[in-house]
């Protein structure tokens, strides 16, 4: 009977540490609790309980007795004669599967909840999606492991989230991080987050579509973009002799720009935007971003406020920092990390969308990528919930992929504590040439780019049935060849030069 209902509560038993490991369980005669010993011999030390209502994660069996280790990270045994091993049941699909709409069940309990539960604007008839490899290995350049296990251990967290003692690499290495164990552990996965491997940045041609109920708005951007990372940077000409910045004494973090080309009405607006290195300090001491607007109608260039990072981008469900499900600073919010959770999700295309094809089809609402590959990875979940009283989120809950920490899907909810959107993405692997032929090119000081880039994101809100979609197929990581280009991209005086 117990092996019946675990199997049956698998899908919400997940944030328990040992969920998606063999598990122990107390046996339906346990009344009170099995004692957790030292040695596997009746005589050793107790050193820990296992409760029924409790599981613990199976580590191997020797004789009679379970190696089992507690929430609690306790390890010890436990005796066979009162425990019973549980097997988590292998995917119902492998690799090379191909999945219908009738078979949708099958993906059920490597979802997040919510995404299930609004299934509809995801899944629908006619669609079939493709089983990719479990687990791949994405892992990032060569020269961004160097820098993490060069830096090991240096960086640490500040007051308030902050981040001190950084210079490149991944800031808290993931396999050092206890998610429920350590208090601290959402901060530092979020810090993985913010300076995961991106290689420059990025760059990209991009549309922007809106959604109403399944029927596409005659509103419509289309345009280019770059970001580049001025700062952390992994290659050896910029971190050995300026730790990491790629221009002295940069005060700088990233620059990002947009210029959008259509429709003819919109054509020319620029955007610029930086962020500072002190945005990782304590909000009292960093600086906001600096972002700035070309406006060709009016001949003249207005500078965005702070507060404008939170509220609609011209008129969709998308705030600024919606971008990637997480594009804020980490100090302005507090960070929990929530568990574990086998996730599938889309990983690599392998479809073309814009600019390669401006025709696929997103199912029925715009708003999916059902029709595409999509992998079985292992996902960790942090809660994001801001200090600022007046942001438009109670708290937003976001999956990240362990290994490369790019965002799976994100959950925002109002300031009521209900759901109000579901933003999605879709990924492209850089060393993956059957869609285009080679299109994610190496520069000096990568070996291999090895770069698992972001080319799609969409946002449903769930309360009016409205969204967006973003394309951007073509996104690379990789710098601008010449550096006179550079300098004049990032050079805020490029909105007004030849107007």
Known sequence: MKRILVLALAPVLWLSPASWADSVVPTDRVRSHVVVREHSERASRAVGRLRPGEQAEWLGTTGRWHRVRLA?????????????????????????????????????????????????????????????????????????VAATERFRGRARLGPDNSLENYTAGQPFPMDQIDCLGDPQAGAKIIWNFDYQWRGDGARARWIYTYWDLGRRLPLWFEGSSKLIQLSHRVEPQHLDPKDGDIYPDEKRKFAFGVEVDAPFEARGIMLTSYRYKVSDRPPREANNDDTWVYLPKLRLVRRLSTA????????????????????????????????????????????????????????????????????????????????????????????????????????????????????????????????????????????????????????????????????????????????????????????TKGR
């Open 72 to 144: 609690d990270e306790t390890r010890g045994f436990v005796s066979a004669s009162f425990t019973e091993l549980l097997r988590v049941p292998t995917p119902p699909f492998r690799e090379g599967d191909v999945i219908r709409y009738r078979e949708i069940d099958k993906i059920r309990p490597y979802l997040p909840k919510e995404v299930w539960d609004h299934r509809s604007l995801f899944f629908y008839e006619g669609l079939k999606l493709d089983v990719g490899p479990i687990q791949r290995d994405y892992s990032p350049a060569r020269e961004y």
């Open 308 to 495: 404008q990072r939170t509220d609609a981008v011209s008129g969709t469900d998308f705030t600024f920092d919606d971008l990637f499900s997480f594009a804020g600073m980490v100090p302005q919010y507090d960070w929990q990390c929530l568990g574990e959770q086998k996730i599938i999700a889309p990983m690599n295309t392998r479809v073309k969308a814009f600019p390669y094809d401006e025709e696929h089809y997103f199912g029925p609402y715009g708003l999916s990528y059902a029709d595409d590959r999509w992998e079985l990875r292992d996902a960790v979940v942090v809660r994001m919930e801001p200090k600022n009283p007046n942001h438009p989120y109670l708290y937003k809950d976001i999956y990240l992929d362990k290994q490369t920490l790019v965002s799976l899907y994100s959950l925002a909810y109002d300031r009521e504590g209900e759901l109000w959107k579901i933003i999605t993405h879709n990924h492209r692997w850089s060393g993956d040439e059957s869609l285009t032929g080679a299109w994610h090119g190496d520069w000096a000081g990568i070996g291999e780019a090895r770069d698992l880039r972001y080319i799609s994101d969409t946002i449903v809100n769930v309360q009016k049935g409205t969204g967006n979609r973003i394309e951007y197929w073509d996104s690379d990581g990789v710098p601008l060849e010449d550096e006179n280009d550079m300098r004049l991209f990032i050079d805020v005086g490029r909105l």
